[in-house]
């Protein structure tokens, strides 16, 4: 402890009056308190003294005193200690030096600069880097200024702790440096604005206050063109319209995105505008120029490719694994009706699948997943309610890490595929069918013939009372509805010969009308509708009629309650809509037949079988299964085209559609009547393979006077006629025989004999002996099962020609 004699203090130099206790206040400045009129007595000094110690222990900061001379600490107060961590009594004994890092600029001999300065009379504000005893290094804030204290010049020194000062500042530094570092070094423009408003407030301009460095990179402007400049002295195009929206985000504080295309840069911007301060905005700013360029030529790509789908006939689709639509062209639009493809797209097409192929189709999603590829036909119920048949090929898409990210499927409609399958397959059912029965009728005519022949013979030598006449007739009555049965069955497959002339079906209908009201019955009403005053048609009369008659009959049986029966006639013209929804026609004019009733109706697999030989829903003995079959082979026949509609419980509609003739090409001549055979007496050469119409027709025809030579295949009957050919004046050949064919012989016997008449007999329908020989449309054939007199005619009429 200084203690400091009253004596000493004067009012000036520095020199307080009489008695004085020193303290430092946190100005650093020293002040003296005055104890005036304080008698100088060892009681009063000591009481000074304590309370100057009290006051010097309690500043905050450490405090040294040193002589000025040389530097040694003469006194400390108690912050020192705490500060440095020794003891008053050690601390005396320390040097500068001994507090100090000792190194660089805070050594022993920097500090006695620092004191030689003070004692000078220069007040010193520096910062030292201080150790205590520990050696901790730390950072302090060192003020010294002279004193004269006695009589004595002394130096004091105040010492303040600024470790957490300089941590803090240290902090801001090193934050500083990487706000610099970040602000240098971001790849995105940076620049910070503030706003200017004009007098009434609104913003009209801003000023460029910092950019960085990636800002002039992305702009193409220098820093040095912006700092302290305003927009419009840069920019002077810029938008009133931009300037408003930043300074809405200046003074609301409310963020800004967006991207834009700058004219004036010629570049395309991402930028996001805040406000860091009051009446200032940021603006972070990415050139996206490449990028939007690329997503312009990529959508322009991608506008191209769909364009170029959209023109695809076929349905390309994307499914994701959950079978959701991601992408589909127009046709597949179309084909799912479909109006746009947001109406669909991101939902699961598995609804309109039909339930009998969704399973199926989930599968096939599934396996495409896997990495699998698959085919599917299945059917679909589009939006609106149609039905369409698909087949879809699926296969694996995948992106560019050769993952699978969808499923591409290429869909094509087989509806009408589907449909004219079923026709092709309905068909050849049918030709499959006619081909047997052609086949069955071969035979059965050779036999029918037998029956009929010997029948009649047996007839012609019976007497008008014989009792077995009866039998006889009967029998013969059976055998000619066998017969009819058998031309059925050729009609049905069409290959009975028909005779086609022009005619006017509206005759026919006229012809037919009081017939066809009797096959109907009374307790059905009958009504024909007929608006046109002739339809011509090339047509077969008969076998119309039969036609006619045949739907009559069916629809009497569809009714038999009663109810209604319609027969009208028209002309229609095809359409190509018309033939590519049925599946038949050609785009020219038909006669139309319609023919009507309101029975009981059929249902669609009755539909399906209708034109079927045989195939019957009438009770046993009520009907053979062969009208509708037979109506069948007569209009294919003619070129024409049938179609059935019919529902349970509301009736059916037939419509029948043949080719419509210009004009007339000549009237449907009479028939000449029939006349009796004429007897004769040539010399008949007979080849036939089947012994008893072989049998037959030597009877009939040696019993009408002709002189017959027998023969049982073509081989026999050429060498029958080197044997006799002066005497042969005609040639009565089965056409199709074991060994050598009718024609086959023919053709040898002509070599011999140009000029030899030839009458041939078949059992085969026309089309069969077409196409089993080579024989031309103007030899004379009889078709089997014929009956004597009908044989007997076309002999005489041959050879008499």
């Known amino acids: 402890m200084i203690r400091y004699a009253p004596a000493a203090f004067k009012k000036k130099s520095m020199a307080f009056p009489f008695a004085a206790d020193l303290y430092i206040m946190e100005t650093w400045e020293l002040f003296g308190v005055f104890l005036s009129d304080v008698r100088n007595t060892e009681e009063q000094l000591k009481v000074s003294e304590e309370r100057f110690r009290a006051i010097f222990d309690s500043i905050s900061d450490a405090i040294f005193i040193h002589d000025p001379e040389t530097g040694a600490i003469l006194d400390v107060n108690q912050r020192m200690c705490e500060m440095f961590g020794y003891s008053k009594a050690e601390a005396l004994r320390l040097s500068v030096g001994d507090m100090s890092q000792n190194e660089g600029s805070y050594t022993q001999a920097h500090a006695r600069e620092w004191l030689a300065r003070a004692a000078q009379g220069e007040p010193q504000l520096f910062e030292w880097l201080c150790k205590d005893k520990s050696g901790r290094l730390f950072w302090a804030e060192v003020n010294m200024r002279r004193a004269s204290v006695a009589g004595t010049d002394q130096l004091l020194v105040l010492v303040r702790d600024i470790s957490g000062r300089k941590k803090a500042e240290e902090a801001l530094q090193q934050s500083e440096r990487r706000y610099r570092e970040l602000f240098d070094s ?64 200046a003074m609301t504080g409310e963020t800004l995105h967006y991207k834009n295309y700058s004219a004036e840069l010629g570049k395309y911007y991402e930028v996001t505008a805040y406000r860091p301060a009051p009446g200032q905005f940021a603006c972070i700013a990415v050139d996206i120029t490449e990028q939007r ?20 006939p076929e349905c ?17 639009l179309e084909m799912l009706q479909a109006d746009s493809l947001d109406q669909v797209k991101g939902q699961c097409v598995c609804p309109l699948v039909t339930s009998e192929y969704r399973q199926a189709f989930l599968d096939l999603t599934r396996r495409v997943f896997e990495g699998e590829t698959g085919t599917l036909v299945f059917e679909v119920v589009g939006i609106k309610g149609r039905h369409v048949w698909l087949e879809t090929h699926a296969v694996p898409f995948r992106n560019e890490k050769d993952e699978i990210v969808a499923l591409l499927g290429i869909t094509r409609d087989i509806t009408e595929h589907r449909r004219l399958e079923e026709q092709l397959r309905q068909s050849q059912k049918m030709e499959s069918i006619g081909t047997l029965a052609g086949g069955v009728a071969h035979d059965f005519n050779n036999i029918l013939t037998a029956i009929i022949g010997y029948g009649h013979l047996t007839l012609m030598s019976m007497g008008p009372d014989d009792p077995v006449r009866l039998n006889i007739e009967n029998m013969l009555e059976a055998a000619e509805r066998a017969a009819h049965l058998t031309k059925d069955l050729l009609l049905f497959s069409r290959k ?16 037919l009308e009081k017939f066809l009201a009797r096959v109907i019955g009374e307790d059905i009403s009958f009504q024909t509708n007929l608006p046109d005053p002739e339809l011509r048609v090339l047509a ?36 190509e809509q018309f033939i590519a929804l049925h599946g038949y026609g050609k785009p020219e004019m038909y006669a139309l037949i319609t023919v009507s009733d309101t029975g009981i109706g059929m249902d669609e697999e009755t539909l399906k079988r209708i034109y079927e030989p045989f195939y019957t829903t009438k009770e046993v003995g009520k009907g053979t299964g062969l009208g509708l079959a037979v109506i069948y082979g007569i209009v294919r026949q003619h070129e024409g085209f049938i179609h059935a509609y019919s529902e349970p419980g509301l009736g059916t509609t037939f419509r029948i559609f ?28 007979l080849a036939e393979d089947n012994h008893v119409v072989r049998n037959l ?33 005609l040639l009565l050949f089965d056409l199709i025989m074991p060994k050598k064919g009718g024609k086959e012989a023919y053709d040898e016997i002509r070599a011999i004999m140009p000029d030899v008449k030839i009458l041939f007999t078949s059992g085969y329908s026309p089309d069969i002996v077409r196409a089993k020989t080579t024989l031309g449309n103007s030899a004379a054939i009889a078709y089997k099962p014929i009956s004597p007199g009908d044989l007997l005619r076309k002999v005489r009429s041959i050879l008499d020609a």
């Open 186 to 249: 971001m790849i995105d423009g940076f620049a910070l604005h503030e706003i200017i408003c004009d007098a009434e407030g609104k913003p009209c301009d801003y000023r460029f206050l910092e950019v960085n460095p990636a800002f002039e990179r992305v702009t193409g402007l220098r820093a040095q063109d912006l700092i302290g400049r305003t927009v419009l002295e840069v920019m002077p195009k810029t938008e009133p319209y931009w300037i408003e929206q930043y300074g809405h985000v």
């Open 496 to 511: 009975q010969l028909i005779n086609k002339r022009p005619i006017d079906l509206n005759a026919i209908v006229r012809k």
């Open 316 to 332: 390309v689709k994307l499914l994701d694994a959950e079978a959701k639509l991601i992408m589909m062209n127009r046709a597949g």
């Open 658 to 685: 043949l080719p419509l003739l210009a004009s007339m090409q000549g009237d449907e001549q009479a028939q000449p009547e029939m006349v009796s055979p004429a007897q004769g007496t040539e010399t008949v050469l």
């Open 697 to 729: 027709t030597e009877t009939v025809l040696k019993d009408s006077g002709y002189t017959v030579i027998s023969a049982v295949d073509g081989e026999d009957a050429v060498q029958k006629y080197r044997e006799h050919k002066d005497r042969i004046q």
């Open 540 to 575: 077969d009369a008969h076998q119309l009629e039969q036609v006619l008659m045949n739907l009559a009959t069916n629809a009497r049986d569809a009714m038999p309650m009663g109810g209604s029966f319609t027969l009208t006639t028209g002309q229609v013209r095809l359409n």
């Open 293 to 312: 360029l690329s997503d312009l030529a990529k959508e322009r790509s991608e506008k191209l490719l769909q364009a170029i789908i959209d023109t695809e």
